[in-house]
């Protein structure tokens, strides 16, 4: 029984996080849910007591999918700067592909609207990044002049600042090369001895991928 009411959650979820990332949170209303899920609305209210609670459950779902994320990349091959590029390509790819991500990230953006404290992800992308960043200077990778926290904040302004700009140009179907231009940019001011073209190039190769074009 629990299997399927956790399974029945997960439907609701994504059949909320398509209506949220079509029409926004304002725009979307149980009985919306309820004709795109199938389900009833006494259905929806069984395993969410209102619209808010199933807005922070997409939310919660897409922060969710990061530390799994984040753990696969750490444990690939390569440096610490290769593994920050790779796991920024990750993230990109579910922001473009994954519907409750962008979801997610919607509702974040339009979260004076719910009527509840909406967890945002930016602090632990922060943290994220810093730990990286400090490894890449102990690995000598990084410019002697570089603060990793500080660099840290940078990094995660350009890359969410590189999506909102995506989306609202093409709906991020450019973001992969997006993405690989912000990284030319940034990795000559962070590597000790500049080679952005080679980092990325690595980064691909450990993670199985094409260099990004």
């Known amino acids: 029984m629990q299997e399927r009411a956790e399974a029945t959650r997960r439907f609701l979820v994504e059949a909320a996080a398509e209506l949220f ?26 395993h ?13 779902a897409t922060l969710g999918t990061w530390p799994e994320m984040i753990a696969g990349v750490r444990a690939a091959r390569g440096s610490a700067l290769e593994k920050l590029v790779a796991l920024s390509f990750s993230v990109a790819r579910a922001f473009r ?8 990230s919607r509702l974040w953006m339009e979260r004076k ?3 509840a404290p909406v967890p945002g992800p930016f602090g632990a992308w922060t943290d994220t990044v810093a730990e990286l960043l400090r490894e890449a200077a102990a690995e000598g990778e990084l410019a002697a002049d570089v603060a990793p926290e500080a660099a840290a904040l940078t ?10 700009i995506s989306d ?11 993405l690989r231009d912000m990284w030319l940019l940034l990795l000559r001011a962070l590597q000790a001895d500049p080679d ?5 190039g690595r980064a691909a190769a450990a993670a199985g991928e094409p260099a990004p074009a």
Not at 196 to 200: D, E, H, M, Q, S
């Open 196 to 200: 952005p073209a080679g980092v990325l």
């Open 48 to 60: 969410f007591a209102n619209k808010e609670r199933l807005a922070l459950a997409v939310v919660e």
């Open 155 to 164: 990094v995660v302004y350009a890359f969410f600042g590189l999506h909102t």
């Open 21 to 46: 990332e079509e029409r926004g949170y304002a725009g979307t209303s149980i009985s919306d849910i309820s004709a795109r899920s199938g389900r009833t609305s006494g259905a929806i209210y069984f």
């Open 113 to 115: 609207a719910i009527d």
């Open 97 to 104: 592909d994954d519907v409750v991500v962008r979801a997610g």
């Open 168 to 178: 609202a140009l093409d709906g991020r179907a450019l973001i992969e090369k997006r």
